[in-house]
């Protein structure tokens, strides 16, 4: 009889796994399912209007996004007109921003820049020596993918609340963020980031930041007098720190030992955002 109730729980075990296997097929299924029929629908936008599928608007800053902030910057460096999007946010990646142009989906912020370049024949880094573009070339990939760790930390990890306080969202998504931020968790555990304290993650994230005020010194812009491509990222990353992160190390340190930064960001908005204020989701 013991065995038998092995056998039995054997098979419950298999069954349960087989199960369990099978939901994930047809959750990856159905996802696969609802990002095409995103796509069919903006298919039919219309031609030769450049969407711009992004975050919600916030309350401090545009968007919480530093790499929709850069999207959207490069549009308005670039002087392409373009329509804003928020309701079908994630892309086909799983990611946001991404853009629609004439029945053409493009995700990746980095990819949606190269592919504008090419569309429209623009080269903003046309006035920049080697050097100007490879330092800011350096300072994008450093905010972009190491230094954001610490933007993820502060607001999803410990200040989860900041989420809410600086953007009007549903109900339901406010009850999944104790989730989501445990899948976060789980990703910069995986990463490596994770895996040291706090206190290790801002001293590694602030590092980033004083690096850029360093290679920035009294320039107004990285490339030189006037901005050069990669500016809308290195913006897009410090406009975070400057309005986007109230109370955190980040954002004192763009108001004292860094200031160089904050006076950099001001610079970009004056010059690209004289819309800033009503930009803003002031409901
Ligand atoms: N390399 C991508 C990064 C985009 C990205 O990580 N976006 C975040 C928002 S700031 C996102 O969509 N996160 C959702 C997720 O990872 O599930 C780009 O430059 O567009």
């Keep these: 009889m013991g065995c038998c109730s092995i056998e039995l729980s054997l098979t419950n075990l298999v069954l349960l796994g087989v199960l369990f296997f099978a939901g994930k097929k047809l959750l990856k299924f159905f996802e696969r399912w609802k990002i095409e029929k995103m796509l069919e629908k903006w298919d039919d936008a219309p031609k030769d209007k450049l969407i711009l599928h992004t975050v919600w608007r916030c309350k401090t800053l545009p968007g919480i996004s530093p790499y929709g902030m850069k999207l959207e910057t490069y549009l308005r460096m670039a002087k392409i007109p373009y329509e804003l999007d928020t309701k079908d946010a994630m892309g086909p990646k799983g990611k946001l921003p991404w853009i629609t142009y004439n029945g053409v989906h493009v995700a990746d912020s980095h990819l949606c820049i190269q592919f504008l370049n090419k569309k429209f024949g623009i080269n903003l880094n046309k006035n920049v020596t080697k050097e100007q573009a490879a330092t800011a070339y350096a300072c994008r990939i450093m905010l972009e993918n190491h230094w954001m760790w610490g933007i993820v930390q502060y607001r999803w990890i410990e200040n989860a609340n900041t989420i809410s306080r600086l953007m009007k969202i549903p109900t339901i998504f406010k009850l999944l963020i104790p989730f989501r931020s445990h899948q976060i968790k789980q990703t910069m555990i995986s990463q490596g980031i994770g895996k040291h304290t706090p206190?290790?993650?801002?001293?590694?994230?602030?590092?980033?930041?004083?690096?850029?005020?360093?290679?920035?010194?009294?320039?107004?812009?990285?490339?030189?007098?006037?901005p050069c491509e990669d500016d809308c990222a290195i913006f897009g990353g410090l406009s975070q720190a400057v309005w986007g992160m109230p109370g955190s190390s980040f954002e004192k340190l763009c108001n004292g030992?860094?200031?160089?930064?904050?006076?950099?960001?001001?610079?970009?908005?004056?010059?690209?955002?004289?819309?800033?204020?009503?930009?803003?989701?002031?409901?």
């Design 199 to 226: 206190t290790e993650i801002y001293q590694m994230t602030e590092a980033d930041l004083h690096t850029v005020s360093a290679l920035l010194g009294s320039k107004k812009f990285f490339g030189g007098d006037e």
């Design 257 to 283: 030992e860094l200031k160089n930064l904050k006076e950099y960001s001001e610079r970009m908005k004056e010059r690209y955002w004289q819309d800033w204020e009503s930009c803003l989701d002031k409901s």
